[in-house]
């Protein structure tokens, strides 16, 4: 059988979440800019939301923008905020065949107008699509996601809506930006580097990881196989003795 039809063969995960790493090494490694490396790793983006949905995905989470890439120089960060206006431009209409909703997660205070924009009129005319969910995580990063939703909780109590009881796991879940999201169940970063990177923290306590030297720009439908037929021979115990 071929190793499309294995991991078909088996339940896959419902949400897959990616690191999207080493577009800048890919670049180097071809002697182009570093942008030439967010160009591809935005196509490649689309190729992979598109074979993903088609292996019956129900979310996929992408690590697109941290909160600590404004770090990087004011070029780069031009090149990469313009991306969302790109995705929209050249992927709208794949996305709106293969039904795929789109949400982003993270601070929304630090985007330019343009791209808040873009951001609310693509949630909005995706938001009753029925395939798969691609949550793409922009100005995202889990100590603020966190933070946010503690304080959200204070608030709440202040302002009488919750009591100190009630506060449990789901209802700090639900102050999260990924309140409409299942956990995580594989956990997938690229190009060799072993951590999480303030990425979905609180999302993937029960997730299976795969890490793979892969670049992401050169992560194929063949290497998204791989993974997932990793995840298919682990164990899932949640803590406790047996699924
Ligand atoms: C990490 O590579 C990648 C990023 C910081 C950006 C990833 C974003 C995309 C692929 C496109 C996202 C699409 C939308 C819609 C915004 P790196 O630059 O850290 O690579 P390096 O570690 O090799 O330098």
């Known amino acids: 059988m071929r190793l499309k039809q294995q991991v078909m063969a088996k339940p896959v995960p419902k949400h897959i979440a990616i690191i999207l790493d080493g577009n800048g090494r890919w670049a180097k490694r071809r002697n182009l800019p570093r942008h030439a490396g967010h160009k591809q790793g935005a196509i490649n983006l689309q190729k992979i ?40 431009e050249e992927y709208k209409d794949n996305f709106k065949e293969y ?10 205070d630090r985007i330019s107008q343009a791209n ?11 938001k009753d699509r029925k395939g798969l969910t691609l949550n793409v995580c922009l100005d995202y990063g889990s100590h603020d996601e966190i933070t946010r939703a503690a304080k959200k909780v204070a608030e709440d109590v202040l302002n009488g809506q919750l009591t100190l009881a009630s506060i449990n796991e789901d209802v700090f879940a639900s102050r999260l930006y990924t309140r409409d999201l299942p956990d995580v169940d594989l956990l997938i970063r690229t190009s ?52």
């Open 49 to 88: 939301t598109l074979e993903a949905h088609q292996l019956g995905i129900r979310f996929l989470s992408v690590y697109a923008f941290s909160t600590e890439n404004w770090r990087r120089p004011k070029e780069e960060i031009d090149y990469l905020m313009n991306l969302p206006k790109i995705f929209e």
């Open 116 to 126: 808040l924009d873009l951001m609310q009129r693509v949630e909005e005319k995706t």
């Open 99 to 108: 039904d795929i909703r789109v949400v982003f997660s993270g601070r929304r």
């Open 192 to 243: 060799g580097e072993v951590r999480l990177s303030n990425f979905l923290l609180w999302q993937v306590a029960y997730a299976e990881f795969y890490f793979t030297k892969v670049l992401w720009p050169s992560f194929s439908a063949k290497h998204l196989y791989k993974a997932i037929k990793h995840y298919q021979k682990r164990h899932r115990k949640f803590g406790g003795l047996k699924e």
